[in-house]
């Protein structure tokens, strides 16, 4: 789909005529500090967990099927990690498995969101289209969350807030 909105748009309306749920991180990588992001397997083990405490908390039983990306040292690290974190008993049977994007309909289905998303957030992506994408998604749209997460907007500003200013609900 590329740069192509008006394609896009089309693919996202006939898309919401199947089952599907969209939870999503964004992560603003100019935030990220630590020498762990320098590595690209760290960085993909830090996403996965954090991706992880909220999907496999609300659905134990999960079948994850991800896009087979990577070299097949990071493919084996991270089956591993996936193996090490959910073993199977007997009211959580997770599932990990990688997959092809070419033989598998969902992976297709992930790496259209996942351009859609980008064309909505990433910085060198942007899309004048990013306000119709996210209206024609938002049916599916079950979360999208900010990493790191910005409390700015719940924090307090005394020059900007000052008028409607109440110590006792400060306090």
Do not use: M
């Not at 099927?65 to 990690?81: C, L, S």
């Not at 990013?130 to 910005?150: A, G, H, N, Q, V």
């Amino acid at each position: 789909l590329g740069n192509n909105d008006t394609r896009r748009l089309k693919v996202l309306k006939e898309l919401n005529d199947i089952d599907y749920h969209i939870f999503s991180v964004v992560i603003d990588k100019r935030e990220l500090k630590g020498e762990g992001f320098n590595y690209k397997g760290s960085f993909y083990k830090f996403l996965h967990s954090l991706v992880d405490r909220e999907i496999f908390k609300v659905f134990p039983d999960l079948e994850v099927v991800a896009d087979e990306h990577g070299g097949q040292e990071f493919k084996e690290g991270f089956i591993k990690y996936i193996n090490r974190k959910h073993i199977p008993n007997l009211f959580e049977q997770a599932e990990f498995k990688l997959s092809n994007s070419k033989s598998s309909l969902i992976v297709q289905l992930a790496d259209i969101i996942t351009g859609t998303l980008a064309r909505c957030y990433e910085t060198k992506k942007l899309s004048d289209n990013r306000s119709k994408f996210l209206e024609t998604l938002k049916d599916k749209i079950t979360e999208i969350k900010f990493w790191p997460p910005d409390y700015k907007p719940y924090a307090y500003n005394p020059g900007r807030d000052f008028e409607n200013f109440n110590p006792t609900i400060s306090d």
